[in-house]
């Protein structure tokens, strides 16, 4: 990964930027994708949703494709040995950023960004969106009860997480939202 500087973004109780993980772009070539899957030893995810294996989740990102998330920071490299011969990849690690809303009303938040139904039974802990976020391309999952993930171009985490706090102003505790 370069060492590229994330944005300063001021944490809130609600909304804050995730530590920065590594991210790998998985594209199998024409007809590879059962091998890609075979080879790194999991059943890749056909449809939008998100797989846990081995401490990196991979993310449904179109017929095909993955997004390959984890805190290992050599996982490209461990990636490569495994999956080249199957698929193209590339380093997404320092062109993303990860915002996070948490708490009781995180989907009350997402609600007024985002033109999906993030209601429980329609949108599952394992379920996985490519949307828009106040009109800013996002890949949304759910990381755990009551906390979500928004990961956007770092070009755009600043006006992203601006529209972020603008939503959950209301539910903010502090006066001083930054």
């Known amino acids: 990964m370069l060492e590229a500087a994330m944005p300063s973004l ?3 109780a609600l909304v804050h930027l995730a530590a920065q993980r590594a991210m790998v772009s998985l594209s199998a070539f024409k007809g590879q994708s059962a091998a890609l ?15 846990r294996h081995h401490g990196a989740d991979y993310f449904w990102a179109g017929p095909g494709s993955w997004l390959v998330v984890s805190e290992n920071p050599a ?5 490569s040995a ?11 690690s320092d062109g993303h950023c990860i915002l ?3 708490g ?45 993930a928004l990961a956007c171009f770092r ?9 972020l706090l603008e939503a959950a102003a209301e539910f ?7």
């Open 82 to 92: 495994v999956a080249a011969p199957f698929a193209a990849m590339t380093d997404q």
């Open 100 to 102: 996070r809303v948490s």
């Open 155 to 163: 070009s755009f985490a600043g006006a992203l997480h601006h529209a």
């Open 10 to 12: 001021k944490p809130t």
């Open 104 to 148: 009781p009303q995180a989907r009350a938040i997402l609600a007024k960004l985002v033109p999906i139904d993030l209601h429980e039974t329609a949108f599952a802990p394992d379920a996985v969106a490519l949307t828009l976020a106040a009109h800013i391309g996002v890949k949304l999952w759910q990381e755990d009860e009551g906390a979500f």
């Open 75 to 79: 996982l490209f490299d461990e990636l």
């Open 37 to 51: 899957g075979q080879a790194l030893g999991v059943a890749l995810p056909a449809t939008a949703r998100r797989i």
């Open 172 to 178: 903010e505790a502090s006066p001083d939202r930054g």
